[in-house]
């Protein structure tokens, strides 16, 4: 059974426009956050990551969205570059506990010049 | 570059066959996480070790084991393989374990392909 879902495999874009991604978890007792951008031929990189105490965090042109009730969080990339056409992980975790990540499929980004 | 370590880059071998992948943390990084990506799968949680002790235990065949060595650099052994142990095999490090520790840097990954 999947903790952590993301139902869009794949995402166009236009340059310039802002890209949402999409991000459910079924584990209530999950109570930290991370995106993780992925290249080909390369590990995944640390992107952003959020508590559960707060709703939204925020990094330049990535801004991540919390909503505990629904069990779902956002990743926003304002603008959009073609530089960040790359896969997309959601990972969860429980934070003291130090466990490791759950992660979901990915969604490829793809944005157009 | 995450200063993570990971060798080798590819792996071809025979179903049957067992072999050794090899990561190198982040200097100053207790925590060793092993993930396999499948495809069309996200990255599955392995094994995580800490400081030499392993410290939990997540989708890991009987097949497949692994070990933190003094020095904090880790292996995974995958023995008996099969045509379905074909994936990228990530090493990721972090600090230590829980809290603000658990910020998680990967390695470039080892793409194994058993035939």
């Known amino acids: 059974d999947q903790q952590v879902k993301q139902n869009s495999p794949s995402l166009s874009v236009q340059e310039g426009r802002i890209s949402i991604l999409n991000c459910d978890y079924t584990n209530s007792m999950f109570d930290y956050f991370l995106w993780y951008k992925k290249y080909p031929a390369e590990g995944p990189t640390f992107l952003i990551s959020i508590s559960s105490i707060k709703d939204k965090n925020e990094d330049g042109r990535f801004t991540v969205f919390l909503n505990k009730s629904a069990k779902h969080l956002s990743l926003h990339i304002v603008p959009s570059q073609p530089g960040d056409s790359a896969v997309y992980f959601c990972?969860?975790?429980?934070?003291?506990?130090?466990?490791?990540?759950?992660f979901g499929k990915g969604t490829t980004l793809s944005v157009s010049s | 570059d995450s200063g993570v370590t990971q060798t080798p880059k590819h792996l071809i071998t025979a179903t049957g066959q067992r072999v050794t992948l090899r990561c190198s943390p982040r200097?100053?990084?207790?925590?060793v996480y092993w993930y396999q990506q499948s495809l069309d799968q996200g990255l599955q949680f392995l094994i995580q070790?800490?400081?030499?002790?392993?410290?939990a235990k997540g989708n890991i065949l009987e097949r497949f084991s692994a070990q933190q060595f003094p020095d904090l650099h880790s292996e995974l052994n995958l023995s008996s393989l099969e045509l379905g142990d074909s994936a990228l095999y990530f090493c990721a490090s972090s600090v230590g374990t829980g809290g603000s520790y658990n910020e998680q840097f990967f390695g470039p990954g080892t793409r194994l392909t058993v035939l």
């Open positions: 070790y800490y400081n030499g002790e392993e410290r």
């Open positions: 990972a969860a975790s429980l934070y003291q506990a130090g466990t490791a990540l759950i």
């Open positions: 200097s100053g990084d207790l925590s």
